[in-house]
C-alpha cells in the first residue's frame, strides 16, 4: 500500500516563495512518476507539476513554468515543489500523486496524499 504525506503548505504573500514536501512510503520508489495537482474552490483539479522518479525528466504546466521546480530526493523518498513568485491565482490544495506514466491526466496516477493548503494573499 503507498502512502503520500504532504506537508509545507501554509499562507504567504504574493511575490513569496513556499515549498512544500510529499513523503513517499509502501514500496520502493526507483521507477514511475510523482506529479503534483492542486484545486482551488470551485474548480477542477490541474496539473502542475511531474517528475519521473529518476530524476531525468520533469514536466510543468504552462502557468508555473519558471516559476516552480519539481524535484526528488531519492535517498528520503521525497518529492518537493518549490514555489517561487506566488501569484493569488496559485491558491489551491496542492495534492501529490505518483503513477507509472509522465502525463497531466489525473487519470494516470494511482495514488493520492491528502493535500496540503496553498493560499497566497494579495
Known amino acids: 500500500q503507498v502512502q503520500l504525506v504532504e506537508s509545507g503548505g501554509g499562507l504567504v504573500q504574493a511575490g513569496g516563495s513556499l515549498r512544500v514536501s510529499c513523503a513517499a512510503s509502501?514500496?520502493?520508489?526507483?521507477?514511475?512518476?510523482m506529479g503534483w495537482f492542486r484545486q482551488a474552490p470551485g474548480k477542477e483539479r490541474e496539473f502542475v507539476a511531474a517528475i519521473r522518479w529518476s530524476g531525468d525528466i520533469t514536466y510543468y504546466a504552462d502557468s508555473v513554468k519558471g516559476r516552480f521546480t519539481i524535484y526528488r530526493d531519492s535517498a528520503e523518498n521525497t518529492i518537493y515543489l518549490r514555489m517561487n513568485s506566488l501569484k493569488p491565482e496559485d491558491t489551491a490544495v496542492y495534492y501529490c500523486?505518483?503513477?507509472?506514466?509522465?502525463?497531466?491526466?489525473?487519470?494516470?496516477?494511482?495514488?493520492w496524499g491528502q493535500g496540503t493548503q496553498v493560499t497566497v494573499s494579495s
Open positions: 509502501g514500496r520502493t520508489f526507483s521507477s514511475g512518476v
Open positions: 500523486a505518483a503513477g507509472e506514466r509522465l502525463s497531466s491526466g489525473p487519470q494516470w496516477y494511482d495514488y
